[in-house]
């Protein structure tokens, strides 16, 4: 087993093995280039995963099927990007990518590291990690975690889960991380590698389709802590045309988000549609399952947002004061300077009834038809652990 250690807190890990994407560079988004042209020449969104099968994105797909991007879908381009979670900001940085989807944790590596981004669009209102452990092993007390090992799929991932420990009382000084690889940390935790292994919403209804049968310890039940943000060049929101392309791109967003609130069945579909070896993967349940987690975790508490992808800067202030705390980032940062609602009102500003009335409009296939959604909802946490341990 090799030792390795990384800037960014990345020193009590070890390799299980090395991904072939374990060095970043600017031409594995197969080099795109960036012409002359205003505001855009080809609008390009990464994901943190180095994958785009997953029904994460759902926003997207079933905003682009529904015209929701109003022509701009083909002005712009959506990347898997390599898996090390760290290039979703590195590539933005270099203007090889426009947004990225990256942790708190993987924003605050790349503000700790120079790069001039924010967050525009606050995705994941709560938090949409959790800790799996094979069944019967895991407890709803964190602190059991020292002297243990987790397992994750990058490196990069750590600053997830430091932070996610620390606010449970947990001494992260104790904690060994092991880096299983993506995508087999979670069959690495199943033959009984690590003692838990990061997981988040959605990819647990995805693990269940491969035969990946855990307990989890789930952050949007137990976590006063966050989830992913789209974040972009601080430079492209203080320029009139590209601030005037992002309001529009994430209105798209937006109106994705809100007619699969209403209809959730129809945006499975639609990313089903899109990529047919998911679909083959886990069916119509589990991805009615998937996108349930998913939307929990999207929307958060509505009465409490000012819309879609709206950020709560107190709940930002506290991450960076944990993480300033923790010695993940060696300079205070003021959530302020870093997170903007510039875009929240004009993202949110499209007809939400006419978005309501196309989600019940939409005739579902047959086998979507079958789903009973009230029953997927009423079984959507029985994976927790039991709350006696």
Known sequence: ????SLSGGMSRRTFLQVSAA????ATALGGIGRASAAPYPKFTWISPRGTLEVLDDYPYWIGKKMGYFDGLEVATDMQPGPSDG???VKFVDVGQADMGFPSPGVFSFALENGMKLKSAFHMGALDTFSLAFRKGEGSNDLKKL?????LLGSAAWQPIVDPMLAVH???ISKVKYVEA???TWGTALASGQGDAALAWEGLRAEWIGSKLDFEYWLGVQHSPLFANTF???AADLDDPDKKAFLDKYLRGWAMGLEFAYHNPLAAVEAVFEQFPTLATNIGPELGATSILQQIAVF???MSKRKGWGDHDLAAWQTFFDKIYELKQITKPVKAEDVVTNDVIGPANDFDHDKVKADAAAYVLSDAFKAINIEDVKAHLYDQAIPADR
Do not use: C
Request: a positive charge.
């Open 86 to 88: 760290t290039a979703t």
């Open 1 to 4: 087993m090799t030792k390795f």
């Open 169 to 171: 009382g947990v001494d």
């Open 231 to 233: 974040v972009v060049r």
């Open 299 to 301: 929307r958060g508490d």
């Open 146 to 150: 020292e002297g243990k090992t987790i």
């Open 181 to 183: 690889g993506w995508p």
């Open 22 to 25: 374990g060095v970043i560079t």
